[in-house]
């Protein structure tokens, strides 16, 4: 059930209204009224798998228990632990990977294995990553008994279940329990950054997507590009998926919060970086959070010297890039961008110390985030084609390397790509917009610093402001004819 679609509007409506009318009457009701509902929202994609998520929910939750209960017996203790991680991951291994592995293996040593196919089940990567840090925080002690109602409903919680943000139990288990005092308020602030969202996806991702795709799928057919055609389609694809995925974002965030429940912040202006670290802290930010604390630390972080360092970076982020899907186009993604943080933190060490003249901080600082945006676009490219080779054609072009008039563009191209860039770089994002009043998302934990409220076109709960967002809205839903499935639901 996408978040862009009717019957997700009829369902959130719901939702929201059964909980709101259980939460005082019935406290432990709202909470298995939520897991049903919950439930519901999976099973519409397909039924079948609900009994893989029930499964996977129950087994890692005795995995859990069973770890706390042998906290003083670490022997016992780790003995489960890495049987969940292998449940986890061979979960993940079998449904996702298998038919990759085989077939590489068939490629390269010519052997003629058999290919399962195997039908990929919605959102197992989210689901298990959530569950593999349960695991690994009830053998450091971080976890606190919690019952199998409220740790079902953490791992199902319909707004994050689809495509993050990757939640940790203890941002959202304690939320379960609690008591909002502004019903009110919440709806109003959900609803407006629900609509923000339903707007980037489909006034301006969901337009984006026929051109990108347009030079895609001609470099896929192996159709040599121009210039022109390969700049405008990698500069299309690296707005589609900015704004399709910060509207999944607000949307996600957008639905918690007229249950009065906040989800941590997952997007946050990446473009707007002036470095791949800076980036990385900004765009889905519970998964580098993830990455960090469950993979790029226990391999051993920055400990053992700076070559050491950079090799954890690139093993993380390889590892990053494979879990955004079964192609190894998407790991050669992940090792563009370990190569980028091992560049950044080596020229940060290298000009450590320096001091930049005042008259050139902000000259610098416009190349940093130009040269930063440069760099992440050519790694869509990777990311965004379906082949090797295609992504090598569409490379190729960028130089002029192919030939030119393969996909027609009319000059109103141009005129979008200066408004995108006027929105990505000089424009409020929606955290920014909805910070000031009633709080519609939790600071991240994962950030160095909170978000500052925007200084202009800053969301308060008016008349004026409720009937521009009203007409938002109803233009919006209205675009949901050309209605096109949130990219990360692949993953």
């Known amino acids: 059930m996408p978040f862009n679609s009717y019957p997700y509007f009829i369902f959130l409506a719901v939702a929201v209204l059964g909980y709101r009318l259980l939460e005082s ?3 432990a009701g709202r909470r298995v009224f939520l897991l049903l509902a919950s439930y519901a929202f999976y099973a519409w994609w397909r039924a079948d798998f609900l009994a893989l998520l029930i499964g996977s929910t129950v087994i890692n939750y005795m995995l859990g228990r ?3 209960l042998r906290r003083t017996r670490h022997a016992d203790r780790r003995l489960f632990l890495i049987g969940g991680l292998i449940f986890n991951l061979g979960l993940i291994a079998i449904f996702k990977y298998q038919a990759l592995f ?5 490629t390269a040593f010519n052997i003629g294995l058999p290919v399962a196919e195997f039908f990929l089940p919605l959102a197992i990567s989210f689901f298990t990553f959530e569950q593999i840090s349960y695991l690994v925080d009830a053998d450091s002690g971080k976890t606190r008994n919690y019952s199998l109602l409220d740790y079902s409903l953490f791992v199902a919680y319909f707004p994050h279940l689809i495509a993050g943000p990757i939640v940790r139990h203890n941002d959202l288990i304690p939320q379960f329990h609690a008591m909002r005092s502004a019903p009110g308020r919440d709806l109003a602030a959900g609803i407006t950054l629900f609509t923000i969202g339903l707007a980037k996806k489909t006034l301006i991702a969901d337009n984006l997507a026929p051109f990108a795709d347009a030079i895609f799928n001609a470099a896929g057919r192996g159709a040599p590009l121009g210039l022109t055609d390969s700049w405008l389609g990698t500069l299309f694809f690296t707005f589609q998926i900015y704004f399709d995925f910060s509207a999944y974002s607000d949307m996600a965030l957008g639905s918690a919060v007229m249950l009065g429940i906040r989800l941590p912040v997952n997007f946050l202006s990446p473009y707007k970086a002036a470095s791949i670290i800076e980036f990385w802290r900004r ?9 960090r604390d469950y993979l790029y630390i ?3 972080g920055n400990r053992g010297g700076a070559a050491r360092r950079y090799l954890n970076l690139f093993i993380t982020m390889l590892l990053g890039g494979l879990w955004h899907g079964a192609n190894w186009t998407f790991m050669l993604w992940g090792g563009l961008h370990g190569l980028y943080l091992a560049i950044n933190h080596a020229f940060r060490h290298v000009t450590k110390g320096m001091t930049v003249p005042p008259a050139l901080r902000l000259p610098l600082h416009a190349l940093s985030v130009l040269l930063t945006f440069a760099a992440i676009s050519f790694a869509w490219i990777v990311f965004r084609a379906e082949t090797l080779t295609s992504a ?4 190729a072009g960028l130089i002029g390397l192919g030939d030119s008039g393969v996909v027609s563009f009319s000059p109103l191209a141009a005129v979008a790509l200066i408004l995108l860039f006027g929105i990505v770089w000089f424009m409020p994002n929606s955290m920014e917009i909805m910070w000031r009043h009633g709080n519609p998302a939790l600071p991240s934990p994962y950030e160095n610093e909170p978000v500052k409220p925007a200084r202009r076109l800053v969301w308060a709960p008016t008349r004026l402001q409720a009937f521009a967002y009203g007409i938002l809205c109803i233009v919006a839903v209205l675009a949901l004819s050309n209605l096109k499935p949130f990219i ?3 993953f």
Do not use: C, D, K, M
Not at 102 to 106: G, K, L
Not at 283 to 291: C, M, T
């Open 283 to 291: 765009w889905h930010i519970s998964l580098s959070a993830f990455l």
């Open 102 to 106: 085989v077939t590489t293996a068939n």
């Open 66 to 68: 069973e770890i706390e």
């Open 25 to 27: 009457r019935a406290p």
């Open 298 to 300: 226990p391999l051993g």
């Open 392 to 395: 090598g054609n569409v490379a």
């Open 488 to 490: 990360y639901f692949q």
